[in-house]
């Protein structure tokens, strides 16, 4: 059974930083594409940002190029989100998904975790 569990959100100010975890199981996570998405109040789900199987290749929205770095522990597997220089508009709902990443972007897959709420206010 696919299991994802994202960890790390919380209340911070605009400029502060966090990190989020997500934990994965029940598949090989060290094959898999893995993507951050989040949903902010009244928004549809928006991707924020990818990275490949072997942790090489990341893939950024424009939204958190620049600001955010992804990256991933395949002996832990363990996903990550750097998040620095935070904004209002970044607060949301952050899930982490399996998803297949191209050239520039990547697509989420349907099953997520449950998310971790972020709040970027002051």
């Known amino acids: 059974e696919v299991q994802l569990v994202e960890s790390g959100g919380g209340l911070v100010e605009p400029g502060g930083s966090l990190r989020l975890s997500c934990a994965a199981s029940?598949?090989?996570?060290?094959?898999?594409?893995m993507v951050w998405v989040r949903q902010a109040p009244g928004k549809g789900l928006e991707w924020v940002s990818g990275?490949?199987?072997?942790?090489?290749?990341?893939y950024y929205a424009a939204s958190a190029k620049g600001r955010f770095t992804i990256s991933r522990d395949n002996t832990k597997n363990m996903l990550y989100l750097q998040m620095n220089s935070l904004k209002n508009e970044d607060t949301a709902v952050y899930y982490c998904?399996?998803?297949?990443?191209?050239?520039?972007?990547?697509?989420?897959?349907?099953?997520r975790g449950q998310g971790t709420q972020v709040t970027v206010s002051s």
């Open positions: 029940g598949f090989t996570f060290s094959n898999a594409d």
């Open positions: 998904a399996r998803g297949t990443c191209y050239s520039t972007f990547c697509v989420p897959w349907s099953q």
């Open positions: 990275i490949n199987g072997g942790g090489d290749s990341t």
